[in-house]
């Protein structure tokens, strides 16, 4: 197994040897500009509880869960013979390790608002309608390469009370399970180009660009559909020095 080495600039490609993490770029959990963590950055040390073998191991998801539309967010909820209304799009990619290696069997979940930028919740405020044929939830296994993919419609933009005029720039949340329930990590995605990115007071949390710039997903032609769909890809490392940055992990993974 290849040991993990400080040295800055080791290569990235799969198999090689990955630098030590720098967990300095991980946001700070009380960041002013964003108002809500004011409140919920912990004001005590965190308290470590061992785990059980019960909570590693256990309890798992069943693989024969997973619905023939649940990667289809364009269709899942809507009503007979209707769609989602909005921009349809592919988001594809891979879940990798440390190593650039596929990692298989990985629930991936992702959930996010209509093309209006309105979210199906009871606490949801924002004045744009809702899609009746838009639910904004599916998930999926990955494959034996660790991909993925969905089709649904991308999201809106929409306006939160953070600040006087403060707007979350287009985005879709993923939530992604190991062997266990305890094994989970959620992160968020935003869109190539999207000009909402630099004023956003939670993207502006994280400091460090390349830490952002591992948010967003890249436009992708060759994976699109004619006539149909843009694709846009997200890779999502669980580990190393290329970790993606997940919301539940600031500490590293």
Not at 48 to 76: C, M, R, W, Y
Not at 100 to 113: K, M, S
Not at 119 to 148: M, Q, W
Not at 197 to 215: E, F
């Amino acid at each position: 197994m290849a040991k993990a080495t400080s040295k800055a600039g080791a290569s990235a490609r799969p198999g090689a040897v990955f630098p030590l993490r720098d967990r300095k770029w991980h946001p700070k959990p009380r960041d002013a500009g964003y108002r809500s963590s004011i409140l919920r950055s912990p004001k005590k040390k965190l308290v470590i509880i061992p785990q059980t073998a019960s909570e590693l191991t256990g309890p798992v998801f069943g693989h024969d869960l997973i619905g023939n539309k649940d990667t289809d967010l364009i269709t899942n909820f809507a009503r007979s013979g209707k769609s989602a209304i909005g921009e349809r799009i592919i988001v594809h990619g891979r879940v990798l390790d440390e190593q650039g290696r596929g990692v298989p069997d990985c629930l991936v979940e992702i959930w996010q608002a209509n093309a209006g930028g309105r979210y199906r919740h009871v606490n949801e405020s924002y004045i744009a309608p809702l899609d009746p044929d838009f639910g904004g939830c599916g998930r999926t296994l990955t494959a034996k390469d660790g991909s993925y993919r969905f089709t649904t419609i991308r999201p809106g933009p929409y306006p939160w009370p953070n600040g006087p005029n403060d707007w979350r720039p287009a985005h879709i949340h993923f939530s992604l399970f190991g062997q266990a329930f305890t094994q989970r990590l959620i992160t968020q995605m935003y869109f190539e180009g999207d000009p909402l990115i630099p004023r956003c007071p939670i993207v502006r949390t994280i400091k460090d660009p390349k830490a952002i710039g591992q948010l967003v997903a890249k436009l992708d032609m060759d994976g699109a559909k004619p006539m149909d769909s843009l694709a846009y890809r997200f890779d999502i490392i669980l580990r190393g020095a290329r970790s993606t940055l997940f919301e539940n992990r600031l500490e590293g993974n």
